[in-house]
Every structure is written in structure tokens, then in C-alpha cells.
């Protein structure tokens, strides 16, 4: 089974443009999760999708948002880009329905750059 | 407010010895723990998870414990061996929102040949 793929692998962009970022989950997972990873902060969540619908919300300020589509892939989008915004993002996903726990599985990461 | 620590930067091990890897957290609502492993610039890896229901699972070269008393678990690697030289982070859930884990700040193992 192929694993969690994300795209683009590196972003560069500049304070106030806005930037996209894809995540392809594991074959049959349904829920999608993103955190983000900085030096100071460490990993945090962002927010979980499942079935299209955002199951799990962290605590981002409103410029952070996300989707999933039917196919389960999900996108996030950060608008106004602010130079505290450098991380690496992390998708995860997870075999996780309507209860239970399960694992999840991240992909390699989208590193962004803000100048 | 950190919720889950992990108090030790860092742990040096000889290749073959057991390297313990420990976590506290404080919240009570957390009823799922796991572990993960990661390099640089790569997605962390999993590699055990537990459930508050029980205090112990293996899995090869890795045993979990689990202390809820204490708000305790610990990663038991035996024998450790240079591979498994990366950072590892403990992360916990809790009902209801078992996909939002929180994960603690890491320790970086070396394992020495």
C-alpha cells in the first residue's frame, strides 16, 4: 500500500501571499489530519477531516484553514502569510471512523519557507 | 500548558544495551498513547501505541508500560541498535478526539556502536 503522500515538498514564499498545500491519505483511510512543526513550538495539531467535515479543531487563528474531498484527499491553505508561518507541515492519516483508536500515519512533510 | 513532557533532550546508549525512553502527561482524559520516531525533515514513524485499558504492549524490540497513576509511560527499546538513532516523540488523545494527538517536545536517542 502506497503511504501519505504530500505536495508541494518545499515552498518558498513571500509575507501576505497565501499558499496551498495537498495531502493524499494511505488507501481506505478516511480521516486526514495536519499539524504543524516549528523549533519553538514542536508539533501541534491543526485540524482532523473525516468524510469532508472537520471533525478536530487545534488552536490556529482563522488564517489556517482546510478541506477534504470525497476522494479523502485534503488541502490546507494559510492566507497572509506571516514569517512565524516557516514549519514543516505534516498530513496524517488514520483508519479511524466514528470511534476506537487507531494510529495514524504521516507523510514526509511540506516544508515552507516565509521571506 | 504542555500536556505531554518528556523531560530528557536527549539519551546516549551502547548498541545492545536497553534504551528507556520516558513521557509524563497530565491530562485525564487521555485514554490513547503512542509512540513515534523521527528524523529530520521526514514524517515521524510510528512505532507502538497503547491503550489506557491495559499496561503493557510489545512489539519486537519495543515494549510500552503504561502507569496511569503516575500519568506515566515509558518506551522500552531492547537491544538498541544504531538505526534506531532519531528523535522520538510520545503523543496522546483523548475521547472523543482520538485523531488530535498531542506530542510531547521529544528526546533524541543515540545509540553508540
Known amino acids: 500500500k502506497a503511504g501519505v503522500t504530500q505536495t508541494p515538498r518545499y515552498l518558498i514564499k513571500t509575507r501576505g501571499q497565501q499558499v496551498t498545500l495537498s495531502c493524499s491519505p494511505i488507501?481506505?483511510?478516511?480521516?486526514v489530519s495536519w499539524y504543524q512543526q516549528t523549533p519553538g513550538q514542536g508539533l501541534q495539531f491543526l485540524f482532523e477531516?473525516?468524510?469532508?467535515?472537520?471533525?478536530n479543531k487545534g488552536n490556529f487563528p482563522g488564517r489556517f484553514s482546510g478541506r477534504q474531498f470525497s476522494n479523502s484527499r485534503s488541502e490546507m491553505n494559510v492566507s497572509t502569510l506571516e514569517l512565524g508561518d516557516s514549519a514543516l507541515y505534516l498530513c496524517?492519516?488514520?483508519?479511524?471512523?466514528?470511534?476506537?483508536?487507531?494510529?495514524?500515519?504521516f507523510g514526509p512533510g511540506t516544508r515552507l519557507t516565509v521571506t | 500548558d504542555q500536556q505531554v513532557k518528556q523531560n530528557s533532550p536527549s539519551l546516549s546508549v551502547q548498541e545492545g544495551r536497553i534504551s528507556i525512553l520516558n513521557c509524563d502527561y497530565t491530562?485525564?482524559?487521555?485514554?490513547?498513547f503512542l509512540w513515534y520516531k523521527k528524523y529530520p525533515a521526514e514524517g515521524p514513524t510510528f512505532l507502538i501505541s497503547?491503550?489506557?485499558?491495559?499496561d503493557k504492549n510489545e512489539d519486537g524490540r519495543f515494549t510500552v508500560f503504561l502507569n496511569k497513576s503516575a500519568k506515566h509511560l515509558s518506551l522500552h527499546i531492547v537491544p538498541s541498535q544504531p538505526g534506531d538513532s532519531a528523535v522520538y516523540f510520545c503523543?496522546?488523545?483523548?475521547?472523543?478526539?482520538?485523531?488530535?494527538?498531542?506530542f510531547g517536545t521529544g528526546t533524541l536517542l543515540a545509540v553508540q556502536p
Open positions: 488507501s481506505g483511510h478516511r480521516s
Open positions: 496524517a492519516s488514520s483508519a479511524s471512523t466514528s470511534g476506537g483508536s487507531y494510529e495514524q500515519y
Open positions: 503523543a496522546a488523545s483523548a475521547r472523543g478526539a482520538t485523531n488530535k494527538l498531542i
Open positions: 497503547i491503550s489506557s485499558i491495559k
Open positions: 491530562n485525564s482524559m487521555f485514554d490513547y
Open positions: 477531516y473525516f468524510s469532508e467535515t472537520q471533525r
